[in-house]
């Protein structure tokens, strides 16, 4: 009986007891494995390369036609995205600007480093201008163009939007510079900045049917 009691009290306590595990083991076990974001960066820096030949060869294709080209019309829910989309990137440049303009440290999450990016020398443009600051206005200048051109009707609203593309475009350059920065300068990504980028790349692809369809010639004219 005595014996019993010695092995179930035994057992109780193997089964309490925690297992002994490593310093290195325990922190795994605490925090969620952290990735670099590298591949994430790599990817993201193709699709907008890719991107970018698919409006530029689009644009020169109607540009260089001889005969009208016609170009199709987007439904009013996909010209929705513009606006949309528009304010989602006014959120991240927001808080891209805070964190670069207060010191505060950013939430990156399980992928790569924000913190890394914002307080390297290539977060404020030459020095002086956050990047988040002017990624706000860009995503502010390109609300405002496309509510121009869908409330106004004067000549400016013919144009806007080929600024829209046009500022769609300089966007895009200026994600893939600062995402070649993150994979071979700084050597980190930032998962806010990646997302700007794919948001400016949804953009400028969704801009740019009506950028040609603001001056391509209707089939048929003359």
Known sequence: MRRNFWIISLMSVALIAPLPVSAAQAQSFAAPAQSSGMELAAVV???????????????????????????????????????ALSVIGLGVAGYLTYVETQGAPAVCGPVGDCNAVQTSSYAKLFGVLPVGLLGAAGYVAILVAWLWGHIRSDRLADY????????????????IYLT?????????VCIWCLSSAVIMALLMLLSTSPALASFAPEPGAD
């Open 45 to 83: 820096m193709a699709l907008q390369l890719l991107a970018l030949v698919y409006t530029g060869v689009t644009f020169v294709r109607v540009w260089s036609s001889n005969t009208p080209v016609a170009v199709s019309s987007a439904p009013a829910w996909l010209d929705l995205l513009t606006p």
């Open 160 to 175: 806007a939007p080929l600024a829209i593309l046009a500022m769609t475009v300089f966007g895009v350059l200026f994600s």
């Open 180 to 188: 070649f920065l993150e994979l071979f300068v700084i050597r980190a």
